[in-house]
């Protein structure tokens, strides 16, 4: 009788429908730039998309956040040293404050797509996605002391008396 059901609960648990994650590449993931080829056949569609926030603006019913456009490792962490393909909106219900959701910070966002906004960029008027927020990550900033450069004396994974007697790892 255990072996019953706890197959029935295995096998009713496998047919499931399961929720986009961010965290993980769907085969079907929207790319930004299929998006902006034919905006009205992905209108609807959930993407996962991410970047870095370039300005955030809180209104009395909702936040809009302007992302420019970074691709995302199989992760969902943006890669900020890639060619962005350009920027779009993610709007939420929510309040976005702006200490958490600062300029330069990395962000990745679970969103269904709406519309082609107009945006003005310095003197420039583009037509960005337009986003719906459902779940996003804020990537924590790089610490500026865990990038710097390895050093062989600190650094080095044994310890002991070095290489040729000098105490040290390097000559």
Known sequence: MRILSLSLMLILTAC??????????SNND????????????????TVRWGGMIAQVANYEDFSELTIVQFPLTRHGVPISTENSA????????????????????????????KTLQLQKVDQKMLSVPLVTMEDDHVWPQKDPESSRAYN???DAPFLGYGYYGTGTYSP
């Open 152 to 154: 062989p004396k600190h």
């Open 16 to 25: 499931g429908a399961t929720k986009p994650s961010l965290y993980a590449k």
């Open 86 to 113: 350009g920027r779009f909106i993610v709007r939420s219900e929510r309040f976005l404050d702006p200490l958490i959701y600062s300029p330069e910070r990395l962000v990745t966002f679970l969103g269904t797509v």
């Open 30 to 45: 929207i790319t930004y730039e299929q998006v902006l080829q034919n905006i009205e056949m992905h209108q609807g569609q």
